[in-house]
């Protein structure tokens, strides 16, 4: 019987998309919906600010998209990190799944 043991670190990251955010003002006028790509971004961005990482040296390599976001929801962002796996994350609303995905490459050895 072969036992591992596996490191895990959770990073956890809430944020709002204002309802000014300019990026609303073309995006679906009349019923605006966050931007996957905003989401995205804002995941790359708060694992660089975890591990104090260049930000170049964060990517996602794969991501689903489960709910509309509206403008000023609350999200809770999630990066879990576990030795020699991919890094991944969630984004939640309250209880509703938003998204979900892994980053690329191995920064999780710098974490």
């Known amino acids: 019987m ?3 043991s596996v ?6 990251h809430s944020f709002i998309i204002p309802v ?7 995006h679906f006028p009349g019923n605006p ?7 995205l971004d ?6 660089a600010a975890a591990g104090d990482l260049p930000i170049n ?8 998209f489960y709910s509309p976001v509206a403008p000023g929801e ?5 990066v879990v990190v576990a030795d020699a796996m991919p890094m991944t994350f969630e984004v939640h609303a309250g209880a ?3 998204a979900s995905g892994d980053f690329s490459g191995h920064v999780w050895e710098r974490l």
């Open 42 to 47: 804002e995941a790359i961005c708060a694992i």
């Open 20 to 26: 000014g955010h300019p990026v609303f003002a073309g």
């Open 33 to 39: 919906v966050v931007p996957a790509a905003l989401l």
């Open 57 to 64: 040296d964060c990517s996602i390599s794969s991501a689903k």
């Open 2 to 4: 072969v036992t591992r």
């Open 96 to 98: 509703r799944l938003i």
């Open 74 to 78: 609350l999200l809770n962002l999630r």
């Open 7 to 12: 490191r895990l670190k959770y990073y956890d």
